[in-house]
């Protein structure tokens, strides 16, 4: 089993901002791989469903950010998994808005979502890093994970989460280089090497040949004067 975390704020006020691409992702796949509706349990929201050929619980905290440890840990406990199990999807700044990186055990980066599930159940758990840029200067980056994606932001937002959701299965059986696969054919989908052919001219029509006339002399000399 398996425990898919999507980090974010609850409430309608915070559904759009960049620090939620967490729960952004983890509604994707609960979407398209029809998991169950989500219903309130370990401090948070849950969906459960099968991901290939494992059962996965997805999970979005309601603790807010900062607390997001206190969810993750009730619910790996009670699941009796280990942190291996457990994967987070996260707003990542010092990535490119787009990119995305799989990455097992580490610090938080600072990270409060990260910060708290590290105090929480270690540090040994998988994070999906989903790059949103970085505002330019650290006093700036409250406001800015805060505030909603830009309308310029939605194409690749929308590519973003269908590759997860493509590569979800990958991910769950422990295959991240097919996870990041799926999810780079969707970002940067690979161009055609073939040329678009030239449309082709139509034959030119072939010169009309006269019939050979098989006319004797005298015949033509007699046809001339009908």
Known sequence: MRLFVGLGNPGAKYAGNRHNIGFMAVDRIAADHGFTPWRSKFQGAIAEGRLGSEKVVLLKPQTFMNLSGQSVGEAMRFLKLEPSDVVVFHDELDLAPGKCRVKQGGGHAGHNGLRS???????????????????????????????DFAKA????????????????????AGDTAGFQNAVALRVNPPRSSKSP??????????????PEDRRSPLQKLVDKFR
Do not use: F, N, T
């Open 117 to 147: 599930i590290h105090a929480h159940i270690g540090e040994s758990y998988g994070r999906v890093r989903l790059g949103i840029g970085h505002p330019g200067h650290k006093d700036l980056v409250a406001s800015y994970v805060l505030h």
């Open 153 to 172: 932001d939605e194409a690749w937002l929308d590519d973003l989460m269908r590759g997860i959701s493509d590569g979800a299965p990958a991910l769950a």
């Open 197 to 210: 052919k030239a449309e082709e001219s139509p034959p030119e029509p072939k010169p009309e040949v006269e």
